[in-house]
């Protein structure tokens, strides 16, 4: 069974109505590696629970055996961010092992040491299998094999999605100087630059911006030709260096729209931020240097504010929640307001970029966290075709893996190094942000709110290659392609779970959210899935395709009966040639 | 409806809505006078500049404040009483007058002297809009007038002032009695119009004692009158083992003579009972005690009593009220900025939310007697005429599908509202002359039956558009659902208004003010289409067409993230687990993991959340009991109430009501199939253009099917209410408000956006 062996456990504790069932389920080259009978699992909710563990190359198998009916607990030890053994053993033999994970939640577990000491607890098998890379060994996502009726790796190709956008025109081409990663190790091999600027002046741009990250096309307005653009940080440092290729690389930017004789560029950092780069050789663009374009702070905070700020989200919310400080917990854990920020900045560049007809470049300190925030939830914005299940796809593919959003050292992929201070949530921020939306446009997406929490599911799962490395390039060399399978295939073999049947296409629409704290609501059915309390509201989507089917359903016995009345008419008419015939107003269709 | 589309593409989306209206220049009747009135007046619409604002008159009459735009296009209007600058009198919250140049602002009563003249008048309302006149141009003299005639009209000194006298006695007039009248108050309405159950005769209480299958309660009649208690209705229901006798002496002890009244009873037998305290401390044992047997009596299982008692549970009317003013405070005065940024801890000090909260709690706590316990419960509140009626309406609503189709809901709020003598005229301080019995217990009620729609969209057959056009009702001072502190006082008021006009009543014993279920007195039969939620009317469609497929019964979903926990033992063990270990180093996950466990062994579950676990274990029946899901996560604020108005809060072409459109649309088209098939199959001679009159849908199928059709450009969160004009955050003394708006950096303009250095 395709999608339930690959499904992330959806529900903390599965009831299996048939306790036959409770088997571990196994995924193509998934094998057990250890299993322990007498494993006690505390459940926050609803206290201990003995049962069986079971632990592979994969995932994390927790079978009780003392309840009716039998549930489980199913999780890929990718989410794993550690496994720690908690204090000594008691008088009894009995040692607590605390599982911290990745998808708000921590798991515990008492088992009974074995007695023979040569023998290894089940829960040093986990900690091996659990942090693979640490411990030299594969992630799963290099084994598992299973073949998808899709090729998700199909599923972007720069040059097409340029293409469409109408790309390359008279005055954007697309280079090939990065085609060996030489220029910069971190940006795509494709990249879409002003047609006045030679290869030449982009390599000495590299040397003047932040990783050689240079500014480039990520966005081009069908209509004003406003483009949005991406960059890492100038780096010009406390002397106030300057680089004549990069100020007339963002020249050539804006003559390359001829709507505006400005542009914006805007830095997602808080100002004292960006100023204090400069100590470490980054920086702004000066007024001086760049007279036409004017600067914007966003004033979003870095990878540890935002680290932190769910950290203490976890805090709030699992594994209870407090009933009487609820808003003021959540407001203190000031995620909400990041999110705010985050989409803020997002709309301001949306609307320069729609209503000012007005490039923009945007950057943060090295390009790759909240410079694709931004970029791609303007894009959401700015183009309806990010908002089809496809187009998300190669949104993602396109501004956060091509572009060299740092997944690996931010995930932490089967590493064990959990305190890691490049670890960091920014695309679960990225996708609660895309959620934000969903919300206010309840017609505007394709894809529904599991969409986006298998992604996010899958982010930690390790199961798939989409999201392991972080480059384009580490992707080429590891091959992540040929050995391992895309995401995408996994989810466009099965699109109909993943879309949303309030869903109106309709082109060129610009999406302005309401950025206000007021708008913004907890995404509960991710962050608080766990707790048992928790039921998801009624869905309206359900009861959707339920009128739908309802729909067509009439449709048939109505166009039935059309036939019937046609075939009496013409009966009828045949028998008394020429006699008038009542007419049958002729049924619309829908579908 | 028709629209002058504004050129300013600020408004574009806010230029078509449907309850806010064009100014009629025609009044509502001849009962309607113009008091006073000023020229060259300026209404403000931008928070920004004048530019935006609207020239024209301002008339003070005896219903509403009137502002009668000099060049707008005549347009159709939609809401029959008020336009779309209207404020009607009752609404009125407060009236602030300022003169700028002097520095000067004063808050107007009834009977006021005014010193100064006023450069601007702004008008506080209690639908939380705030709006803003002009002086500039006016005559001094003028301009004040109109102030004091405004300050002077919104606080009438006898409830016989409201507007709702002159309104229907004026139909009396010249007539011969209710012949003349729109349409007759109780019950069968020739028209087909009026289904609600008004509760104010015997035979709707009977239709109740039936259909609940309370077969040990009566009709009891014995307040005819009005002789025994003041406050209640003249027909209420009791236990058949009561005798009027008993009832009469018993009526005595008990607060304002209220004998306790059955609201409703539960399919196991077990009744729903409201009591008001027992005045008389030595007769309360005694009478407590044969109140509570009579009850069991009716039990067909002689179950218990169970006795919820209100006041020591629930927050009382003042708290309900601070709380209202905090939160209006944080929504629409505050600047949008500024409550921004503290907006959650903000909506958490104003307690409104816990409040909601707990009134669902504690009607879940009910139900669970009933549901679970199967026995009786009295729910005990001093006067028993604020607390109990939001709870037994709560407690129905939760179990018995019934009241979730409009008409018995309406019905449900003239039963444990209007009947049981709610004191609307004070909880509304309609005359604004006790601020300390003002209360929005019936928004509070509101709310709460939002949230429960909120979460299961479709099993009530109104939409929330529907709850807050009914709140907004409660200022229209025409209705007889919200002019009065109980019937008896309905009937007093009106045999002495009649009297005093010499109206002759006819058969009438009394005026007949329409109820507010006449939705047609206030909007057409096209409006009103937007109070049919599309996913009930669908369904209803679904099961009446299709008997034997059951589409409906809700499977639960596959991506259902919740725990399912279905069958556990009830008994919480503590396991197998000695007393634990010793701290190992600080950043260990330990500490967390200890309180998580010690969480475990103290939970101590009670059945009642037993028995609210066990509910959210199982697949929802939506035409069976319905459990709110409590956690504060879950509970949301009722944006189209409290934040319509929020220019910044508004979400241009989107907001719940665009996902309503495309459900409304299919709804439409299944109707219109179902009306084919009903053609086809011999029910012949219907016309074929029949649908588009009887559609329940507001929007409709397009003649281009195969695609759906995009949400019209003028939807938005707000729709259909629009902020223009409606919310004018007043400066300190006049300062234009730009400069406090300006702040709203996150509010998109590319103006404002352009001029900003950070």
């Known amino acids: 069974d395709r999608s339930s062996g ?19 389920p196994l995924l193509p080259e998934e094998h057990v590696q250890d299993s322990a009978k007498d494993v006690t699992y505390i459940c926050p909710f609803i206290g201990p629970v003995r049962g069986s563990l079971s632990v592979t190359n994969y995932r994390l198998f927790f079978r009780c055996t003392d309840r009716e009916p039998v549930f489980g607990l199913d999780l890929p030890l990718g989410v794993l961010s550690r496994v720690e053994k908690i204090g000594a053993a008691t008088s009894r033999g009995d040692v607590s092992y605390g599982l911290a994970c990745k998808d708000m939640r921590n798991l515990r577990f008492v088992h009974k040491e074995p007695e023979d000491s040569l023998k290894k607890s089940v829960f040093e098998v986990l900690m091996k299998f659990a942090f693979p890379v640490s411990n030299n060994m594969s992630l799963f996502a290099f084994e598992y094999k299973q073949v998808f009726p899709e090729n998700g790796w199909k599923v972007y190709d720069p040059l097409a999605e340029y293409k469409r956008q109408g790309l390359p025109n008279e005055s954007w081409r697309i280079s090939k100087v990065n085609d060996h990663y030489e220029l910069c190790d971190s940006y795509p091999a494709a990249l879409v630059v002003p047609v006045t600027i030679t290869d030449e002046e982009l390599r000495r741009v590299s040397s003047f911006r932040a990783k050689g990250r240079i500014p480039v096309l990520s966005w081009i307005h069908p209509e004003s030709q406003a483009a949005v653009v991406r960059a890492s940080q100038p780096m010009v440092g406390q002397n106030g260096r300057r680089c004549k290729e990069d100020e007339k690389l963002l020249q050539a930017i804006m003559d390359a729209n001829a709507q505006s004789h400005k542009m914006f560029i805007f830095d997602a950092r808080p100002s004292v931020n960006a100023a204090a780069n400069k100590m470490k050789g980054g920086g702004y663009e000066s007024e001086d240097a760049y007279q036409n374009a004017e600067l914007v702070f966003l004033d979003i905070h870095n990878i540890h504010v935002m680290r932190e700020s769910l950290r203490k989200l976890k805090e709030v919310v699992y594994p209870n929640i407090e009933d009487s400080h609820w808003l003021s917990n959540l407001e203190s854990t000031h995620w909400l307001e990041h999110i705010k920020l985050i989409l803020a900045g997002a709309l301001r560049i949306a609307d320069k970029v729609e209503s000012g007809k007005t490039s923009v470049v945007v950057h943060c300190s090295d390009g790759w966290d909240r410079t694709p925030q931004l970029t791609s939830l303007a894009l959401i914005m700015l183009d309806s075709h990010y908002r089809t299940i496809r187009g998300f796809q190669i949104l993602l593919e396109k501004e956060w893996l091509s572009f060299g959003h740092r997944f690996q050292q931010r995930v932490g992929h089967g590493d064990k190094n959990h305190t890691d201070a490049d670890r960091s949530p920014i695309f679960l921020q990225f996708i609660d942000c895309v959620w934000q939306m969903t919300r206010q446009f309840p017609a505007a997406f394709e894809f529904n709110e599991y969409f986006l929490i298998t992604i996010l599911d899958h982010l930690y799962s390790c199961l798939f290659g989409t999201f392991l490395c972080n480059s384009e390039q580490q992707r080429l060399k590891e091959e992540v392609p040929k050995h391992t399978v895309s995401l995408w295939s996994f989810v466009n073999s099965q699109l109909e779970e993943f879309v949303n049947p309030l869903y109106v296409g309709y082109p060129s629409h610009v999406l302005f959210p309401t950025v206000g704290i007021r708008h913004l609501q907890l995404w509960v059915t991710y962050y608080i899935r766990w707790n048992p309390r928790m039921r998801p509201q009624e869905p309206v989507h359900q009861r959707y395709k339920e009128l739908l089917a ?42 | 409806v028709c629209v002058k589309k504004r050129k300013k ?35 403000c619409i931008g928070a920004e500049s004048c530019q935006d604002d609207l020239w024209g008159k301002l008339v003070c009459t005896n219903f509403k404040v009137s502002f009668i735009a000099h060049n707008s296009l005549p347009r159709q209007c939609t809401h029959r009483l008020l336009g779309e600058h209207d404020i009607p009198l009752a609404c009125v919250e407060q009236v602030v007058t300022v003169n ?75 007539s011969t009695g209710r012949k003349t009248l729109m349409r007759p108050v109780n019950g069968v309405d020739p028209g087909g119009g009026l289904q609600t159950p008004l509760f104010d005769c015997s035979s709707d209480w009977d239709r109740e004692i039936k259909r609940t299958g309370a077969s040990e309660w009566r009709v009891c009649t014995i307040n005819q009158g009005y002789f025994i208690s003041p406050s209640l209705p003249e027909f209420f229901v009791v236990p058949v083992s009561l005798a009027d006798q008993d009832l009469k002496q018993y009526a005595c002890c008990f607060y304002s003579q209220r004998i306790p009244l059955w609201c409703w009873n539960h399919s196991s037998g077990s009744a729903l009972v409201r009591m008001s305290n027992i005045s008389d401390p030595q007769q309360q044992r005694k009478v407590e005690q044969r109140i509570s047997s009579a009850i069991t009596k009716s039990h067909p299982l002689r179950s218990d009593v169970f006795k919820s008692d209100l006041d020591k549970n629930l927050p009382n009317i003042q708290d309900i009220q601070a709380a209202l003013l905090k939160l209006r405070q944080i929504c629409v005065i505050d600047s949008f900025e500024e409550s921004e940024e503290k907006w959650l801890s903000s909506l958490e000090s104003s307690r409104w939310m816990e409040y909601v909260r707990t009134f669902l709690r504690h009607a879940v706590e009910v139900v669970y007697m009933l549901e679970s316990r199967h026995v009786s419960v009295i729910l005990l509140e001093k006067e028993d005429r604020d607390l109990s009626c939001v709870i037994s309406c709560l407690v129905q609503l939760m179990c018995d599908p019934h009241c979730r189709s409009l008409h018995s809901f309406q019905g449900l709020i003239q039963k444990e509202w209007v009947m049981a003598g709610h004191r609307f005229l004070d909880r509304c301080n309609h005359l604004k002359r006790n601020d300390k019995e003002e209360s929005p217990v019936f928004l509070l009620f509101l709310d709460c039956v939002w949230q429960l729609w909120n979460q299961y969209p479709a099993a009530f057959e109104f939409t929330e558009v529907y709850l807050t056009v009914l709140g907004d009702s409660m200022w229209v001072p025409v209705f007889s659902t919200f002019l009065f502190n109980c019937p008896r006082q309905r009937a007093e008021h009106s045999r002495d208004f009649a009297s005093s006009k010499s109206i002759h009543l006819g058969q009438d014993q009394a005026l007949c003010f329409p109820p507010v279920w006449d939705w047609s007195q206030q909007f057409s039969l096209k409006d009103q289409t937007l109070f049919n939620n599309p996913l009930y009317v669908g369904k209803i469609a679904t099961c009446v067409q299709n008997g034997t497929v059951k589409t409906f019964t809700h499977r639960r979903s596959k991506k259902n993230y919740s725990s399912t926990l279905r069958g556990l033992p009830s008994a919480l063990r503590n396991g197998s687990l000695g007393p634990n270990d010793t701290l190992t180093r600080r950043n260990s996950l330990m500490l967390r993991l200890r309180s998580d466990l010690s969480q475990v062994r103290e939970q101590q579950e009670t059945p009642s959340e037993r028995f609210v676990r066990d509910f959210f274990s199982r697949p929802v029946d939506l035409q069976g009991l319905l459990l709110p899901q409590l956690l504060p996560s879950h509970l949301s604020v009722w944006k189209l109430y409290f934040l319509r108005w929020v220019p910044e809060a508004q979400i241009p072409q989107g907001g719940p009501i665009t996902a309503f459109h495309k459900l409304s649309v299919l709804t439409d088209e299944i109707e219109m199939l179902q009306n084919q098939l009903r053609q086809y199959q011999g029910a012949a001679g219907t016309p074929n253009n029949l649908h588009a009159e009887h559609s329940k849908m507001y929007f409709k199928a397009t003649s281009t099917p195969h695609q759906s059709p995009a949400p019209p450009e003028y939807l938005s969160s707000s729709f259909p209410f629009s902020p223009v004009g409606n919310l004018c955050r007043p400066g300190i003394l006049g300062t234009p408000l730009s400069k406090l708006l300006n702040g709203a950096k996150i509010w998109l303009s590319t103006e404002t956006l352009a001029n900003e250095t950070i």
């Open chain 1, 6 to 24: 690959t499904r992330v456990s959806d529900t903390e504790l599965r009831v299996y109505k048939d306790p036959s069932k409770g088997e571990l």
């Open chain 1, 550 to 591: 309802k729909r067509a359903e009439l449709q048939k016995r109505v166009e039935e009966l059309q036939r019937e009345a046609a075939n009496r008419t013409a009966s009828s008419s045949s028998e008394r040639a020429g006699s008038p015939t009542r007419s049958i107003t002729p049924v619309q269709t829908f579908v």
């Open chain 2, 9 to 43: 593409q600020k408004f574009r989306t806010f230029s078509m809505h449907v309850l806010t209206l064009y100014m009629v220049k025609v009044y509502v009747s001849s009962s309607e006078i113009v008091v006073n009135e000023a020229n060259f007046v300026r209404k």
């Open chain 2, 100 to 174: 700028d140049v002097k520095g000067k602002q004063k808050i107007l009563g009834s009977n006021q002297k005014l010193k100064f003249n006023p450069t601007e008048l702004i008008l506080y309302c209690k639908d939380f809009r705030i709006i803003r006149f002009r002086f500039d141009e006016a005559g001094p003299e003028s301009a004040k007038k109109v102030c004091l005639a405004i300050a002077h009209y919104s606080h009438p000194a006898d409830p016989q002032l409201l507007f709702g006298f002159e309104y229907v006695g004026k139909r009396y007039h010249g």
